[in-house]
């Protein structure tokens, strides 16, 4: 089976470089978009991620990402589907921005890692961006597919690679498509992250690990790792997909 990948700008956060690239641009403003992923293909109806309930839309975030932001409902209205109509949502992580739509798709099922589901109900102090009332609903209804395995087959073409680097549950999600496979990070970062500037290359580094991030060598490690596994890496948080409408 291969897919087809729809990057959709459900949010935006406009914030400091440096949250993006460990010890590297501190002090530059940045704006980045929150996608949803529409991975199109096979019989389901598949979500990587749901995005933001209430993006800001303005002209000022727009350009500075080069593209659209889309409300959840006009997002999946571009290709013909309603919150009902999905099957399956695939969590790269539970932080706020990535899960916020959930409860609006009533007959998902939801896959997430055990420890993501962990954390949610039970953060540290210095994580923030956790707020359980966005799951709720879901698990209640018994929506959620917990996953405890380090890989895991989702459908047919799509699978799952545990990868604690932004958070101790994050999920990669490796996708066939007619380019290959292409994976979607588990955690927040950029294309820059991936391909360092010269000046960082210059000091032996192959990526740059997030600006936030759990162990920044073991996640510099794993980054390497999921390089190596896929034909092209699809930064969580690369604005230059805002204007692309599909991959794959």
């Given at each position: 089976?291969?897919?087809?990948?729809?990057?959709?700008?459900?949010?935006?956060?406009?914030?400091?470089?440096?949250?993006?690239?460990?010890?590297?641009?501190?002090?530059?403003?940045?704006?980045?978009?929150?996608?949803?992923?529409?991975?199109?293909?096979?019989?389901?109806?598949?979500?990587?991620?749901?995005?933001?309930?209430?993006?800001?839309?303005?002209?000022?975030?727009?350009?500075?990402?080069?593209?659209?932001?889309?409300?959840?409902e006009e997002g999946l209205a571009k290709?013909?589907?309603?919150?009902?109509?999905?099957?399956?949502?695939?969590?790269?992580?539970?932080?706020?921005?990535?899960?916020?739509?959930?409860?609006?798709?009533?007959?998902?099922?939801?896959?997430?890692?055990?420890?993501?589901?962990?954390?949610?109900?039970?953060?540290?102090?210095?994580?923030?961006?956790?707020?359980?009332?966005?799951?709720?609903?879901?698990?209640?209804?018994?929506?959620?597919?917990?996953?405890?395995?380090?890989?895991?087959?989702?459908?047919?073409?799509?699978?799952?690679?545990?990868?604690?680097?932004?958070?101790?549950?994050?999920?990669?999600?490796?996708?066939?498509?007619?380019?290959?496979?292409?994976?979607?990070?588990?955690?927040?970062?950029?294309?820059?992250?991936?391909?360092?500037?010269?000046?960082?290359?210059?000091?032996?580094?192959?990526?740059?690990?997030?600006?936030?991030?759990i162990n920044p060598t073991e996640s510099?490690?794993?980054?390497?790792?999921?390089?190596?596994?896929?034909?092209?890496?699809?930064?969580?948080?690369?604005?230059?997909?805002?204007?692309?409408?599909?991959?794959?």
């Open positions: 089976m291969q897919y087809k990948i729809h990057p959709i700008v459900m949010g935006t956060k406009v914030f400091d470089k440096g949250m993006m690239t460990y010890q590297h641009d501190y002090g530059k403003s940045y704006t980045i978009p929150i996608y949803c992923w529409y991975v199109e293909g096979g019989d389901k109806k598949i979500l990587v991620d749901t995005g933001e309930m209430q993006p800001i839309k303005s002209e000022d975030r727009e350009k500075a990402i080069g593209g659209p932001i889309y409300t959840f290709y013909g589907l309603t919150p009902d109509d999905i099957d399956i949502i695939i969590h790269t992580h539970l932080h706020n921005d990535h899960c916020e739509n959930d409860y609006k798709c009533s007959n998902a099922e939801i896959y997430v890692h055990e420890r993501e589901l962990e954390h949610i109900h039970n953060p540290h102090p210095l994580d923030f961006r956790y707020l359980e009332d966005y799951i709720e609903d879901v698990e209640e209804n018994g929506q959620l597919r917990v996953i405890t395995e380090n890989e895991k087959e989702i459908v047919p073409g799509i699978r799952v690679m545990h990868t604690p680097v932004h958070t101790a549950g994050g999920l990669t999600i490796f996708i066939d498509t007619a380019e290959g496979t292409v994976a979607i990070t588990g955690f927040c970062i950029i294309d820059e992250n991936l391909n360092p500037p010269a000046e960082i290359r210059a000091q032996e580094m192959e990526v740059i690990p997030p600006g936030t991030c510099y490690d794993i980054m390497l790792k999921v390089k190596s596994m896929a034909s092209r890496v699809l930064a969580l948080h690369e604005p230059r997909y805002a204007g692309v409408e599909t991959i794959g």
